[in-house]
């Protein structure tokens, strides 16, 4: 009996990384399939509802003692170890001290990447195929569809989101992402960017619920080396994305342009 016993624990163990591999839903051509409602910048399982009952910004208030998921304008690039330059540090910091008011969505312009892909307040829905990968973001109401194995185009004109092709590396979706304009903030507060950012972006699911994200990001115009930002984007099942509209804030630009050449005493 102990024979069989041994045997059957045995055979239970060289079946564990068999086990493990199959809690990753697959697609037809074996690659992992990321279709799905996802929130980012959150560790919590569970549906929008039970893993957003915090309070603040984003929460519910339903549980007081949850975890709250920080927008990335209130997460400080200082916090990060951006590696800017001396004179883009200085740039940045100022951004900070005036709490970010400055901020290009403010005027309703789309965040850009990698930031929007780790906005943790909205959800965003990957429907995959076998060429291609489509990103949807309520945030702002914007798309990428993400080619397959296939180069960037040579005649791409600078924009916000930038223009993405995409390959697997084994079971990680790598996105590589350029053509940038220098409109947009990489995360936190200030952390502006030439056109000259490149961004290369790893999805890698590594069970039902949880994608590890990881974006490395070059711009030699303002930084020192590459800057590496992580988070995890947790499945949200039955949330569907609503309709973003950013009206509101347009009516402001004046008074908008009027602080940002004034000031504000906002300083932190």
């Given amino acids: 009996m102990r024979a069989v016993h041994v045997a059957a624990v045995a055979a239970l163990v060289a079946l564990g990384p ?34 957003n009952g915090g309070v603040g910004v984003g929460g519910s208030g339903r549980n007081p003692s949850a975890p709250v998921a920080l927008p990335t304008s209130d997460r400080a690039a200082g916090a990060q170890l951006a590696p800017y ?13 005036k709490r970010a008011i400055d901020d290009p969505t403010g005027l309703c312009l789309p965040p850009g990447i990698p930031r929007l892909s780790m906005t943790a ?45 995409g390959r697997w590396d084994g079971d990680t979706l790598v996105v590589d992402v350029v053509g940038f304009n220098d409109k947009t903030w990489i995360s936190g507060a200030g952390t502006f960017h030439s056109e000259a950012l490149h961004v290369v972006e790893r999805f890698t699911r590594v069970d039902t619920d949880q994608i ?28 569907r994305l609503e309709e973003y509209v950013c009206a509101e804030n347009n009516v402001d630009a004046e008074r908008l342009e009027k602080l940002l050449r004034d000031g504000v005493n906002v300083q932190r």
């Fill in 121 to 165: 307040l909205f959800p965003q829905q990957i429907v995959q195929t076998p060429t291609q990968v489509v990103i949807l973001y309520e945030y702002m109401g914007v798309y990428r569809v993400i080619p397959l194995n296939v180069p960037h185009p040579d005649d791409l004109l600078p924009t916000y989101m930038g223009h993405s092709v």
């Fill in 18 to 51: 068999v086990t493990v591999s199959a809690q990753i839903p697959r697609a037809a051509d074996g690659t992992p399939d990321l279709t799905g409602v996802w929130q980012a910048g959150n560790t919590q399982r569970g549906t929008w509802q039970e893993a």
């Fill in 212 to 239: 590890n994200y990881e974006a490395t990001v070059e711009d030699p115009n303002v930084l020192t080396r590459p800057w590496v930002l992580r988070t995890t984007m947790m499945r949200r099942e039955g949330t």
């Fill in 85 to 97: 330059q001396p004179w883009a540090a200085k740039r940045v910091l100022e951004s900070y001290n």
